[in-house]
């Protein structure tokens, strides 16, 4: 039988507290949260309360964690896009494994620092492109294996974002200005470009990209709009980005409906009619979208040109309905279209019937990022236990980098109007 991994968990926002600490909850016999930190006092005394975590092992931030003699086997790094390099190189230098949230960092040097601090140390970092371990794309990843379709030769992808969480997460929350955390294009599309290169297995040459912050900007804003939505606003009857729709009253979303989790404990600790409405009152949550200080961008494509000649592009919107993706794979027989919604997968060989692959009868647990999350943290935690190297699905670092490179040529091109960047020049 495997050792029982322990878990040292630096960051106790939603990837940390809510998403990857309660797989200690499902496998109790593989892993146990020895250590919190978080710089949000409540959340490390509620998260030590429902782990049995002292208050010896409790921290009022990372570092002071880190700072500790080793404390378990591996550290889980949930902290902002920034802090991570930062904190993951004096981790591996004191001997942990990382479990690392995704982006690794915004800037290149750091990438490439933290594989080369990784295998000086003998550690292994795993970073969270949590698509990969999802039924869905597995399965994708087989179909594509197979030659069924013969030579990819084409992808077009969809990252639709989806309207409310555009404005949640990028133009009132976290990861909303590039300058104090990442690019649009690594925070939230480094998912689709690690699953671009590992379905198809190809490198990427070069990229072109153009974008912009279309609509969330103040020249924007209807008439009779004001800083807050609860602040009388006269525009919020036909704004579809009001917070009072989006966190109380959406059937979907709000709290009124029975909605607590995600996004609205990001809002508040304990999601409540009162609390949200107190939240929205005061809190960055309450903002005009039109009027708040983000900077990236809502829309985005990428041209990818891979070093065999095959082409790959990635669409990237806020404007959508709902949040999911698609790709259409185009090969030199045949068709693949999968549509990560309607968990189906549409395989058609030329001249042949399109066979329909239905994933919501290949597996039973599709929470958290279409089945991802918990399958992911199994398996870095059997990783560890087991003292394996990681598989072809599990991220490792240096696979990581690489998609980290293509949306950093994404942001550059960019911001050159469209210029074309080989990556060589990024990875050296």
């Given at each position: ?90 981790a591996l230098r004191k ?223 806020a404007f959508t309905a ?56 199994e398996e870095f935690i ?47």
């Open positions: 039988m495997s050792k029982k991994v322990k878990v040292a968990l630096a960051g106790l926002g939603s990837r940390g507290k809510d998403t990857y600490a309660p797989t200690a909850k499902l496998f109790p016999e593989k892993m146990e949260i020895v250590a919190i930190a978080d710089i949000d006092s409540a959340k490390v005394k509620e998260v030590a309360k429902d782990y049995n975590i002292p208050e010896s092992a409790c921290f009022s931030s990372a570092e002071e964690l880190i700072a500790q003699d080793k404390l378990a086997d591996v550290m889980f790094i949930t902290t902002q896009d920034q802090q991570h390099v930062r904190q993951a190189i004096p001997g942990y494994h990382l479990l690392l949230e995704k982006p690794i960092s915004p800037d290149l040097d750091e990438c490439g620092e933290i594989v080369k601090v990784a295998n000086e140390c003998d550690r292994k970092v795993v970073v969270c492109h949590v698509l990969r371990y999802t039924p869905f794309y597995k399965k994708l990843k087989e179909v594509m294996d197979s030659g069924v379709i013969g030579d990819v030769v084409s992808i077009m992808a969809i990252e639709n974002v989806g309207y409310w969480h555009q404005a949640h997460s990028f133009v009132r929350g976290n990861w909303r200005n590039s300058n104090t955390t990442s690019p649009m294009i690594l925070q939230k599309c480094c998912h689709d470009f690690d699953l671009l290169l590992w379905l198809s297995g190809k490198t990427c040459k070069s990229v072109s990209s153009y974008g912009s912050t279309y609509l969330f900007k103040k020249d924007k804003a209807p008439e009779g709009a004001t800083a807050r939505c609860l602040d009388g606003c006269k525009a919020k009857e036909n704004c579809p980005f009001d917070a009072e729709k989006i966190y109380i009253t959406n059937k979907k979303t709000g709290v009124a409906y029975g909605k607590t989790d995600w996004p609205l404990d990001v809002v508040t600790l304990h999601p409540s009619v009162d609390s949200i409405t107190e939240a929205i009152k005061t809190g960055p949550y309450g903002r005009c979208v039109y009027m708040c200080d983000n900077n990236v961008v809502d829309h985005q494509v990428v041209n990818m040109n891979m070093t065999d000649g095959s082409t790959i592009t990635l669409t990237m919107s709902t949040g999911s993706r698609y790709q259409k794979i185009m090969g030199t027989k045949g068709e693949i279209v999968a549509d990560l919604s309607e968990k189906t997968i549409k395989v058609t060989p030329f001249g042949k019937d399109t066979e329909v692959i239905d994933i919501s009868k290949l597996a039973t647990d599709f929470s958290g990022h279409a089945g991802g999350d918990n399958r992911m943290v059997d990783m560890i236990a087991e003292g394996k190297e990681p598989t072809n699905a599990v991220t490792s670092v240096e696979r990581s980098v690489e998609s980290h490179y293509c949306a950093l040529a994404a942001e550059q091109s960019r911001l050159e109007d469209g210029a074309v960047v080989d990556l060589d020049t990024l990875r050296k």
